[in-house]
């Protein structure tokens, strides 16, 4: 054994072992052999479609990755108290880390310090948290998703007019954002937003399909709808009645729709000329880079705070080929 060798073990004595001692106790405990991961993906609801994406992410990612296991668990229905229950039932077992679509950040903030206490890792993913200890954000650029939106509303409908916007929870921090782009850009066109909008559908597809039959009917002239999120368009055969009722507006470019998200029933809509434009957001890609994230931060290893998945803008010009 060299003497460099002697001086990385504990033949150190006194004020020397004691400060060894010290860094190992303060260093992040290495991998054991043969040791699987067991990390959590919580959504806002597991009822919506659009996180069935990010968990065949984070699924595909853990057999892909080998020791992590990925388990997909949330309240059925969004409810900010049922997501914070869930979180507290993850500590509570032992999960190896956490990666939650927050519905309420100023509800969720004391379970993630709890997590954490407890040395598990929490990061957010989709909607984030980040007046928390969540470690990382891994989702979308949410004002800029607004932006895209707006954009392609004015392309759509280049005439200025009268607009309402469709969002989910009204504590949605990546939802919030996503408004203020909208406004941003719609603002500077020289459209006018409508009162009482937006509208809060809670993640609930048929009350966001519902509310774009209320807003038209309670505003005759309407010129556009803006959905922040896919709701009122996943639930296709409602949407294809609303688009018919409207089909002469719609057609004619009196009435506009454009949406979040890329769901193959998004895609058949936007084919078939009831949608102007979509901007999909990646949540398969959220939930596989999730389970990158929290495997690093569990073996001790730093991330970036900050983790943006990509914006996929489509038209009728370019439908063709997300469908495949």
């Known amino acids: 054994m060299t003497s460099n060798t002697k001086r990385t073990g504990l033949w150190l004595t006194g004020a020397g072992t004691a400060a060894v001692l010290g860094a ?15 990390f959590a993906i919580v959504p806002k609801s597991l009822n919506n479609p659009y996180f069935d994406l990010s ?6 990612e853990a057999k892909k990755l080998g020791d992590v296991k990925c388990t997909y668990t ?11 229950q869930t979180v507290q039932d993850l500590i509570t077992r032992g999960i190896d880390g956490i990666a939650i679509s927050v519905a309420d950040p ?38 800029q998703l607004g932006k895209d939106l ?6 759509a409908h280049p005439t200025p007019g009268t607009y309402a916007v469709i969002s989910g929870g009204p504590a949605a921090e990546n939802l919030a954002q996503r408004v203020d782009g909208v406004r941003d850009v719609l603002k500077a066109a ?47 055969n409602a949407y294809d009645d609303f688009y018919n009722k409207h089909k002469a507006a719609i057609d004619g470019g009196k009435l506009t729709i454009v949406s979040a998200d890329t769901l193959p029933a998004e895609l058949s809509e936007l084919k078939k000329g009831e949608v102007a434009a ?22 001790g290893k730093s991330e970036k705070t900050i983790q943006y998945v990509g914006l996929d803008v489509v038209t009728k010009d370019n439908v063709a080929q997300f469908m495949k």
């Open 74 to 84: 949330g309240p059925v229905t969004q409810d900010a108290a049922a997501e914070v």
């Open 24 to 38: 190992l106790l303060l260093s992040p405990a290495p991998a054991k052999a043969g040791k699987t991961y067991d």
């Open 190 to 236: 020289g459209w006018k937003e409508v009162g009482g909008s937006p509208t809060f559908c809670n993640d609930d597809s048929a009350l966001g399909m519902q509310q774009m039959t209320d807003l038209t009917t309670a505003n005759p002239n309407l010129s556009a709808i803006v959905a922040v999120g896919g709701w009122p368009l996943f639930t296709e």
């Open 150 to 155: 707006g954009q392609q509303l004015v392309k």
């Open 278 to 299: 979509l901007v999909g957001q990646q949540p398969y890609a959220m939930g596989a880079k999730a389970m990158e994230i929290l495997r690093a931060l569990k073996q």
């Open 106 to 143: 100023g509800s969720i903030a004391h379970v993630i310090a709890r997590a954490r206490a407890a040395g598990i890792p929490v990061i957010t993913f989709d909607a984030d948290a980040p007046d928390t200890k969540r470690q990382v954000y891994v989702g979308t650029d949410n004002l």
């Open 55 to 60: 968990r065949d992410g984070c699924m595909a």
